[in-house]
């Protein structure tokens, strides 16, 4: 009979939480309702600002996602570009260098003490050539070539000979370098017309 007892008293403690919920929500349904016409347009004056406004911040945030987007893509860019081409600024000092090892390369020696010297200089040339092409920098050499302004500077021109095609280059007068698919200093070239 206890038990009976106890599930009759949980019934009636249940029955007076549920009326106790009825009269709240009476009391908040029995706020004076507005007229029939404000009634029917403030909620759907409210729902169409909600939903340009949710509509706004949809928009504005897809656009800072797509502005993050390129800005990593950029900068993912940035820093690919700069490892590929870290070895440009030294590149370009050590330029005048090599043609200057060039040029003193060039001399006639007769002498045995010359001999040394020049060959030292081939070595410390060799060495040069060795590490630039390390780094992805190749000359620009374009004898019997045809005439390319992003590779070539034309200096001065001269008549095509017989058999010659024009806007060839006849002569090379300062070799040009690239770095992979970047041009250094362009070749300096005479070319016939």
């Known amino acids: 009979m206890s038990n009976k007892k106890n599930e009759s008293f949980q019934e009636e403690k249940l029955d007076e939480e549920i009326k106790a919920s009825m009269d709240e929500i009476d009391e908040v349904t029995s706020v004076e309702e507005p007229e029939k016409d404000e009634q029917e347009t403030a909620p759907v004056d409210e729902l169409t600002e909600a939903k340009?406004?949710?509509?706004?911040m949809e928009d504005r945030y897809l656009r800072i996602q797509a502005e993050m987007a390129n800005m990593r893509k950029?900068?993912?860019?940035?820093?690919?570009?700069?490892?590929?081409?870290?070895?440009?600024?030294?590149?370009?000092e050590l330029l005048p260098v090599i043609d200057n090892l060039e040029r003193a390369m060039a001399i006639e020696v007769s002498d045995e003490q010359g001999e040394s010297l020049k060959k030292g200089l081939e070595m410390v040339m060799n060495t040069f050539r060795t590490a630039l092409k390390s780094?992805?920098?190749?000359?620009i050499n374009p004898v019997g070539e045809s005439f390319d302004p992003n590779f070539h500077q034309a200096v001065q021109t001269v008549p095509a000979e017989d058999g010659q095609a024009t806007d060839t280059v006849v002569n090379v007068l300062q070799k040009g370098y690239i770095l992979k698919d970047r041009v250094l200093r362009p070749a300096m070239v005479i070319v016939s017309q």
């Open 52 to 56: 340009a406004a949710f509509s706004d």
């Open 74 to 92: 950029r900068n993912q860019k940035e820093r690919e570009d700069a490892a590929k081409y870290r070895s440009q600024d030294i590149a370009k």
């Open 135 to 139: 780094e992805g920098i190749e000359e």
